[in-house]
């Protein structure tokens, strides 16, 4: 089926609302049976390069979407499990923070890296590790969390504390993207993670008055960058010092907010993104993309629809989501991407012959699903916050 043919057979459909609720209930279903007892979350189950692994990024979105569901435990038990990952590297941590301070920056060998085993050990095969994102969006929903349900949040809070200051020490530094790739640069993507993360955490006042401070001066400094130094042509930039775009920017509208939707740099760093890199409702990561000959990803879809829902354009959101629906197998299994309308249709098989078929299911194409199912009032919504006095 093309990706014409899909659309045609959403819009045609009368039913595309329990189409929808299905994939809600197969998507919750799938997060919770795949989620480690551990609390990490696999990236995907069957994936040969992914299997096993836990990425703070993706696992921060997809918690974000069960709480949002209202799963609160499902997303706490990913925080405890993000919190002994932080703490059992506070040696470590604090080394690279004094090295900072000294004006010697420790290797990015020496950095954290961005995905770990369920059981949070650092994997042994090679991988493009130095990504900072991940500890951003991990206090990003972890206050996000917190504003819906009102959780006590001190049972994070040494985790909290070293991530903070983490960032605050090396958020200027180039590492590789979302995408493991070009590490020689500074990614808007990646600075807006951290943003996000230093700003929502400063807010819901788990940090010593001091460290608050730094988070919320640290926020502003970054926003500030980005704005002077990422945007080109009026638009968001991929990294600083180009004109290309990137889907992953979309994050920094909605669900991150570090942009007001409406303004105008976020409805242009939009429309850039649906002129270059969308083909109907199916983004792709960036042009020029060849992993997998460069195929249509449902969850910057859906970073896409949350944006355009933030901007108060809901039909517009809706049509992204029914897109996402016609992405997923009869299985309700909904992949990393899509070959209906690949960039580059040469590299696929090189790609195969390595890894295998792509990623499917990928638990945060699964997750983006569900918040912008929830964003649309289209998931059963989080009951009245509550708030936990025995910190369990």
């Not at 604090?94 to 060998?109: C, F, L, W």
């Not at 012959?353 to 792509?358: F, K, V």
Request: charged content about 20%; overall charge negative.
């Amino acid at each position: 089926m093309t990706a014409e043919q899909a659309r045609r057979a959403v819009e045609s459909t009368p039913d595309s609302l329990i189409r929808i609720q299905e994939l809600v209930d197969a998507s919750i279903t799938l997060i919770l049976q795949q989620q480690s007892s551990t609390g990490a979350y696999p990236a995907s189950p069957g994936f040969s390069a992914y299997a096993g692994y836990c990425w703070f990024r993706d696992g921060s979105f997809i918690a974000d979407a069960m709480s949002a569901v209202g799963h609160a435990d499902s997303a706490e038990a990913f925080f405890d499990w993000c919190a002994r990952v932080i703490e059992e590297r506070e040696q470590q941590i604090s080394g690279i923070v004094e090295q900072a301070k000294n004006g010697t920056p420790a290797p990015d060998t020496a950095m954290l890296p961005t995905r770990y085993t369920l059981t949070g050990e650092e994997g042994s095969d090679d991988w493009w590790d130095f990504q900072l994102d991940g500890y951003g969006t991990w206090l990003w929903a972890l206050a996000q969390h917190h504003g819906r349900f009102g959780t006590d949040l001190s049972r994070w809070g040494t985790a909290v504390r070293l991530s903070v200051e983490y960032l605050c020490s090396s958020w200027s530094r180039p590492c590789f993207d979302w995408w493991e790739e070009h590490a020689e640069h500074v990614h808007v993507s990646t600075l807006g993670c951290i943003a996000a993360g230093l700003r929502a955490i400063a807010a819901t006042g788990i940090l010593p008055e001091g460290q608050a401070l730094a988070a919320r001066t640290t926020a502003e400094d970054i926003t500030s960058f980005i704005q002077s130094q990422g945007v080109r042509a009026g638009h968001l930039t991929k990294w600083i010092g180009t004109e290309e775009v990137d889907a992953s920017l979309l994050a920094l509208i909605a669900p991150l907010a570090v942009l007001n939707a409406r303004e105008s740099i976020a409805a242009l760093t939009v429309d850039v993104i649906e002129a270059r890199i969308t083909v109907g409702e199916g983004a792709y990561r960036y042009a020029g993309d060849t992993y997998y000959g460069g195929g249509q990803w449902p969850l910057l879809s859906c970073f896409l629809g949350l944006a355009h829902a933030a901007a108060g354009h809901g039909e517009r959101a809706r049509q992204i989501l029914d897109w996402v629906v016609s992405t997923a197998g009869a299985d309700g299994s909904i992949p990393e991407q899509v070959d209906w309308q690949l960039l580059a249709p040469e590299y696929y098989a090189q790609w195969v012959e390595r890894w295998g078929r792509p990623a499917d299911p990928l638990l945060w194409s699964h997750a983006m699903f569900l918040r912008l199912a929830a964003e649309l009032r289209l998931t059963p919504q989080p009951s009245t916050p509550r708030h936990r006095e025995d910190g369990a």
